[in-house]
């Protein structure tokens, strides 16, 4: 499985180059979805600052003790900021700044690393702007975020922005078929997030499975035009569903699924989410049914759209039964 230095090749390639030509620039934000390696990366350009030993490239060999203390999170002078329950605070930004208007532990070199900047508190983000404006000594910041358009403006302004592109859906099935998750479950999971912890975490809860297999079921049932379908809802989707995580989860399975049999019907090639169902999707996919399914996903992300408003999920489900018919 390619590591994140070469799903990222051209960010890893940019950095040797500035790292090389001493351009490096004192801040940055990396931005991308959750699970393409932003902290990897934050990691690595560090152990490239710090290395004891580095390639005539300049490169990390990544096997020195100021390599390995960095990939552990335990050098004194790599600095990871994180949300403190679900945000982060000006008085985590405070103490950063006090502890960094020292000089550093082991030189005069000193890295912070923020995961999940748009979880910054506004007061945060200002102390961190100041920061960011004034750096005192020999400072590189890596901001990094899912969400580039919550951040303050100043703060992109002040900082060069390296985009994260998306993994490839082999590549997420991949990554969680190595935790030890079995495929058919791994093609499901890759459609519902991008980060490869996030699906071991899916995949760890207990109702994952039922959920899937219900959900499975329920469009059975919705594309044989079946009364049973409306009343599947109660038997045996609400049973499930104690939490509107979960009900968020159906609706996404459902769109996924459906998505899964308008790729079959217009023969486009791809991973399948649903692949332990491809016998059967093969039997439903055809040209009329791939006609009516973009209607079917307006039905279904119009109840999205409702969950997100708080509108009770037995009635969205029983709606789209209804809908479908």
């Not at 060999?61 to 990939?71: K, P, S």
Request: glycine share 4%; aromatic share 6%.
């Amino acid at each position: 499985m390619p590591t994140v230095l070469e799903r990222q090749a051209i960010i890893t390639d940019l950095f040797k180059k500035m790292n090389q030509k001493n351009t490096m620039q004192h801040a940055y934000i990396f931005e991308g979805s959750a699970g393409v390696g932003k902290y990897e990366m934050a990691k690595w350009v560090a152990q490239m600052l710090y290395c004891a030993r580095p390639t005539e490239e300049g490169l990390p060999c990544l096997e020195c003790n100021q390599c390995q203390r960095i990939e552990a999170e335990e050098h004194p002078d790599v600095v990871t900021l994180k949300p403190d329950g679900a945000s982060i605070k000006v008085d985590q930004v405070r103490q950063i700044k006090e502890d960094f208007s020292k000089s550093g532990m082991e030189s005069r070199q000193k890295i912070l690393i923020v995961q999940d900047m748009e979880k910054m508190t506004a007061s945060a983000a200002n102390s961190i702007l100041k920061f960011i404006e004034e750096p005192e000594g020999q400072i590189t910041i890596m901001l990094l975020t899912t969400e580039i358009q919550q951040l303050l403006p100043t703060i992109i302004s002040r900082c060069q922005i390296i985009h994260f592109k998306k993994s490839t859906i082999e590549d997420r099935v991949a990554a969680i078929v190595a935790k030890g998750i079995p495929r058919e479950s791994a093609t499901v999971l890759a459609y519902l997030t991008q980060d490869s912890k996030v699906a071991e975490e899916i995949h760890a809860d207990e109702d994952f499975q039922k959920i899937v297999q219900t959900v499975w079921q329920w469009f059975l049932l919705l594309n044989k035009d079946s009364n049973q379908a409306f009343i599947y809802v109660h038997t045996n989707l609400m049973p499930l569903i104690s939490s509107t995580e979960q009900s968020n989860l159906i609706l996404n399975l459902l769109v996924i699924v459906y998505r899964d049999l308008m790729g079959l019907s217009f023969e486009q090639e791809g991973i399948l989410a649903f692949s332990k169902y491809e016998e059967q999707l093969e039997e439903l996919a055809t040209e009329s049914a791939g006609k009516q399914i973009a209607d079917v996903l307006l039905i279904i992300l119009e109840a999205q759209k409702k969950l997100s408003s708080h509108v009770a999920a037995q009635g969205l489900f029983e709606q789209i039964a209804l809908k479908m018919k």
